[in-house]
């Protein structure tokens, strides 16, 4: 029996680092999904800024033309301004000039605050240029690294498994019913060693009278609190 309860012990020892493994193997497209996510953002981040740009750089372009037209308009209207025959005619055709030249006067303005905005922006596309770039190089590396570590993950992973195969054989089945049967009712850990004079799982004390049977390991002993089967460690092996 003290071998039945050694081996279902390095069973358990086993099932914990295949939990373990797994559990990384499965995080780890989740870790390269978040780092594509975050690369995904700071691109999105430079083209909402390039278009900005763009968008500015339009509007700049067309209120540039509005000038040229205005302006040649004006030059039209000063010619035409010399021909005039009455007073009414030459004062409207003076006005029609004026409010030309105000015209040309306000879109200059709104030149000049696009092209202050225009500046703010290719300050703000230098900063998420480079910070996508860092982004991109990073990402790269980094998910390199992290399928390296799948692999390396997965070798270790059918390792274990097949240890736990080989272990498995010549154990008798009611007892890996019963090791399976509290496993899966206690977050896989159906077997735990004493530890400090209390149950390894459910850190519950235990009595003495039950600690001299689990040291005799001549029989399953489970605790009363949590059902895990307990085991006895001489302490320099836990
Ligand atoms: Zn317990």
Known sequence: ?????????????????????????????????DIQERLKESR??????????EELARQKKSLEQEVEQTSANI?????????VKTNK???????????????????EEQILTIMESLEKLALQETEENKV???????????????????????????ELKKAKQDS???????????Y???????????????????????????????LNRIRDMDKIITCENCGRILIWQDPKQQ
């Open 180 to 210: 399976d049967k509290i496993g899966k009712a206690r977050n896989g850990i159906a077997v735990v060693a004493v530890k400090s004079n209390a149950c390894g799982g459910c850190f519950g004390n235990l009595p003495t009278q039950l």
């Open 1 to 33: 029996m003290k071998e039945t309860l050694q081996a279902i012990y390095q069973i358990q020892k086993l099932d914990d680092r295949i939990r373990d493994n797994q559990g990384r193997l499965d995080q780890i497209p989740k870790d390269i999904a």
């Open 44 to 53: 999105s981040r430079l083209d909402e800024v390039n278009r900005q740009q």
């Open 75 to 83: 030059k039209k209207h000063q010619t035409q301004l010399l021909a």
């Open 132 to 158: 996508f770039t860092e982004a991109e190089g990073q990402s790269r590396g980094k998910q390199q690294e992290l399928d390296k570590e799948a692999a390396g993950v997965s070798v270790k992973l059918d």
């Open 89 to 107: 005619e030459y004062s409207t055709m003076l006005h029609e000039i004026e409010g030309e030249k105000k015209n040309i006067s306000d879109i």
């Open 168 to 178: 498995l054989k010549g154990l008798p089945k009611d007892i890996l019913a019963s």
